[in-house]
C-alpha cells in the first residue's frame, strides 16, 4: 500500500552529541592514556565542574581554573603532585576535548612539595614481611622489590615478558607509555618457574572448556585471532 501523502511523515530525530566525560575518555584512549589517567582525568572533571556549581567549561576560562587550584591547595590541602595532576586534567580537558584555549594561567597558589630523605629497607627489614608471605602474594612481592616494577606493571606481565636466558624482564607501556628491560631477580626464579608451571596446566583445560582468554592491547586480537589464548599471552 502507498504511503498516504497527507499523513504526518516521521522525521529522524538528530543524532545527540556524545556526553562530555565519553569525549574525554575517547580522547585519552586514541592518545593511549593509561586506564588510570583516563579515570583520574575524568574525576578531576567531575570534581572541577561540581566546584563551579554545574557551569560547562566552556562558560569559564583561565579565572575560574585558578580559583580551582588555588582552593586544592589552600583548602584542599592537596599535595604538589596532585594539584599539578588536576591541573593536566583540566588542560587536557580543554586542549584536547573542548579544543580551545582556555587563556593565560597565572596567580595559581603552588602547593608545595616537601623535601624528604627516600626510606630504603635493609636486607633484614625487608625478609619480615616475605618469611609472612606465601604463594602468588609472596612471588609478586619479591618481582615488586627485585624487578623494581609497579604494582600494575607486575600484574600486566605476560609470559613473554620474560626473558629466562638474560635473566631480563620487559615491561611493555610502563607509566609515560615506555617500554624498558630490567633484572630478573635470582630470589624469585624458582619461584616463577613453579607458578607458570601450574598456571600452564591450567590453562591447557581452560579452551576446552571456553575459557582461557585474555585482554589483548590495542589491535593485536584483529591481527592475530589465536592471540588471546596463546600461552605466551598469557
Known amino acids: ?29 586514541v592518545r593511549h592514556c593509561s586506564l588510570r589517567t583516563e579515570e583520574a582525568y575524568a574525576a578531576w572533571v567531575v570534581r572541577f565542574i561540581r566546584f563551579h556549581r554545574l557551569r560547562h567549561p566552556l562558560e569559564m576560562e583561565a579565572q575560574e581554573i585558578n580559583a580551582f587550584l588555588t582552593h586544592l591547595a589552600v583548602e584542599g590541602h592537596v599535595s604538589a603532585s596532585t594539584q599539578n595532576q588536576a591541573f593536566s586534567a583540566i588542560l587536557f580537558l580543554y586542549r584536547k ?6 587563556g593565560r594561567i597565572e ?34 612481592a619479591l618481582l615488586l622489590y627485585g624487578a623494581g616494577l609497579r604494582l600494575i606493571e607486575c600484574l600486566r606481565l605476560r609470559v613473554q615478558d620474560l626473558v629466562w636466558q638474560r635473566g631480563e624482564v620487559l615491561v611493555r607501556h610502563g607509566k609515560g607509555g615506555k ?12 619461584a616463577l618457574a613453579v607458578h607458570l608451571e601450574r598456571v600452564r596446566e591450567l590453562h591447557r583445560r581452560d579452551p576446552a572448556r571456553g575459557l582461557g582468554r585474555v585482554e589483548l592491547p590495542f589491535a593485536t586480537e584483529r591481527k592475530d585471532t589465536s592471540a588471546a589464548t596463546d600461552w605466551r599471552w598469557q
Open 1 to 29: 500500500m502507498a504511503p498516504d501523502p497527507a499523513a504526518p511523515q516521521e522525521t529522524a530525530a538528530p543524532p545527540q552529541k556524545p556526553k562530555l566525560l565519553d569525549r574525554l575518555r575517547a580522547a585519552c584512549r
Open 179 to 190: 617500554d624498558r628491560r630490567t633484572m630478573l631477580p635470582a630470589a624469585a626464579r624458582a
Open 107 to 140: 596567580g595559581v597558589i603552588r602547593a608545595k612539595r616537601p623535601k624528604r630523605l627516600p626510606v630504603v629497607l635493609s636486607r633484614e627489614e625487608l625478609r619480615r614481611p616475605l618469611s609472612q608471605m606465601e604463594g602468588t602474594c609472596r612471588l609478586i
Open 97 to 102: 576535548v573542548l579544543e580551545v584555549d582556555p
